[in-house]
């Protein structure tokens, strides 16, 4: 079943294959272990679009009529667009123009140049979908997002309120501040973040390489100790693990987190600002599952960053981290009520 159905397979194909055409040139031959590049991997999704969009060629997921309003659904990781397939098709019903992108480092996605710095900074993955919005003609769309995704949807509603019609965020407000971060924090925490001092050391980085498809799997369970996914629900998002900027992109994104790696200085500015820690004022719905077993702050610490028509839901049942998946039904009808508040 192509829950992303193409809305013109012949022109997806062509769009997809000049740009791979274009990576190709850029970077050199594809080699046999980017499954991505060489077309043997499928997403259980159908063909998939791919755009040039700022420093990437963005693969992405389409669902629903091409004139209806946006929403834009951003996973985090270890995760992936399957996060959200029974949540797009539930949108894609209500009338929306549901786009679906792999971030940096994830799935299909490539960067265009081989000297571009593999950063996974906040700023940056911010940019992506900035550009990835003009690079689609969308002027404004609802952000629906969690982990990387709802930081990234936050930044995006914090800094370009015009182009976010409302906001999704799991796990709230999730901008964040390196220096801040960079304090010790008390052990129950430390505890909490332990990939985070794993992936500090080059030992982290060495073995979150060799291990990438078993280490993430541990922190789903670790993130959704109730959610009993099986093996074919895994697997289909660990194919998006195997893109050549994986294993750099996470490294670097939580080392950057703390201090211990440098961002690129072009979003200096933008990270000025970020760190000032900016109210969101768009219409927002925060969400928290029940169960979420990764770190996440209490909603009553981050109520207060969001200045405009705002609601924060809780979802029961057993509910984790990655909550579009384990609650679709209910992430959905967020999405749908945001704009309606």
């Not at 077309?39 to 990437?56: H, I, K, Q, Y």
């Not at 081989?114 to 906040?122: D, P």
């Not at 969001?306 to 029961?316: I, M, N």
């Amino acid at each position: 079943m192509n829950l992303f159905g193409p809305t013109s397979i012949n022109r997806r194909s062509f769009i997809r294959n000049a740009a791979a055409t274009l990576v190709a040139t850029e970077l050199g031959a594809v080699t046999a272990t980017d499954a991505y590049a060489a077309g043997a991997v499928s997403t259980g999704f159908g063909p998939l679009n791919t755009v040039a969009a700022g420093d990437l060629l963005v693969e992405y997921a389409e669902v629903g009529p091409a004139d209806g309003p946006v929403a834009i659904l951003l996973h985090g990781w270890p995760y992936d667009i399957h996060a959200f397939a029974d949540v797009a098709p539930r949108l894609a019903a209500a009338g929306y123009r549901v786009i679906v992108p792999y971030l940096r480092g994830y799935g299909g996605t490539r960067f265009l140049s081989a000297v571009t710095l593999r950063n996974g900074q906040q700023g940056a993955v911010a940019q992506d979908i900035v550009a990835l919005m003009d690079a689609l003609s969308i002027r404004q769309a609802v952000l629906g997002a969690f982990d990387w995704g709802a930081r990234t949807a936050c930044i995006l509603a914090a800094i370009w309120p015009e182009r976010v019609a409302g906001l999704v965020s799991v796990s709230g407000y999730l901008i964040g501040n390196p220096k801040a971060n960079a304090k010790p924090l008390p052990p129950a925490a430390e505890f909490a973040w332990w990939y985070q001092s794993y992936f500090a050391t080059d030992r982290g980085r060495d073995g979150y390489a060799a291990n990438t498809a078993a280490f993430n799997r541990f922190i789903w369970q670790q993130a959704s100790p109730q959610w009993r996914f099986d093996d074919a629900t895994y697997q289909r998002s660990a194919q998006s693990f195997g893109n050549p900027d994986h294993v750099a992109i996470v490294v670097h994104n939580y080392r950057w987190r703390i201090g211990l790696a440098s961002g690129e200085p072009r979003f200096d500015a933008l990270e000025a600002r970020l760190a000032q820690a900016p109210t969101i004022a768009v219409p927002s719905i925060t969400m928290e599952g029940d169960a979420n077993g990764a770190p996440h702050p209490d909603p009553a610490v981050y109520a207060g960053k969001f200045v405009g028509r705002y609601q924060h839901r809780s979802v029961s049942g057993g509910v984790g981290h990655n909550l579009p998946q384990e609650a679709p039904a209910a992430f959905a009808q967020a999405v749908l009520d945001v704009t309606r508040l």
